[in-house]
């Protein structure tokens, strides 16, 4: 069973940056490909970013590309999601995830974190 634990959330003001960190409870991040995703009330979660198993291929929803940046480093089991410029439609609660390839459909991904919540004050 693979664990996800996801960190960094926080209160930010508009334009502010934070660094989520998501902690795999194993091979994870070596394993599978590795993914965000976000939720607001009252609205489905929707794709935020996600990266390849090596790395090498990332994919980003348009509205974060070129604000956010994610990352891995496999010999600490860890993905992160860099977020710059961050404006008060980013807040929600950001949740990492674990599966086979990138996807932008939740029904592709087989493993989820609890989620970290993200404000966002104007």
């Known amino acids: 069973q693979v664990q996800l634990v996801e960190s960094g959330g926080g209160l930010v003001q508009a334009g502010g940056s934070l660094r989520l960190s998501c902690a795999a409870s194993?091979?994870?991040?070596?394993?599978?490909?590795m993914g965000w995703f976000r939720r607001t009330p009252g609205k489905e979660r929707e794709f935020v970013a996600a990266?390849?198993?090596?790395?090498?291929?990332?994919s980003y929803a348009d509205s974060v590309k070129d604000r956010f940046t994610i990352s891995r480093d496999n010999s600490k089991n860890t993905v992160y999601l860099q977020m710059n410029n961050l404006k008060p439609e980013d807040t929600a609660v950001y949740y990492c995830?674990?599966?086979?390839?990138?996807?932008?459909?939740?029904?592709?991904?087989?493993?989820w974190g609890q989620g970290t919540q993200v404000t966002v004050s104007s």
């Open positions: 194993e091979r994870t991040t070596s394993s599978y490909a």
């Open positions: 990266i390849s198993r090596s790395g090498g291929t990332t």
């Open positions: 995830t674990a599966g086979s390839y990138i996807a932008t459909s939740t029904s592709r991904w087989g493993y």
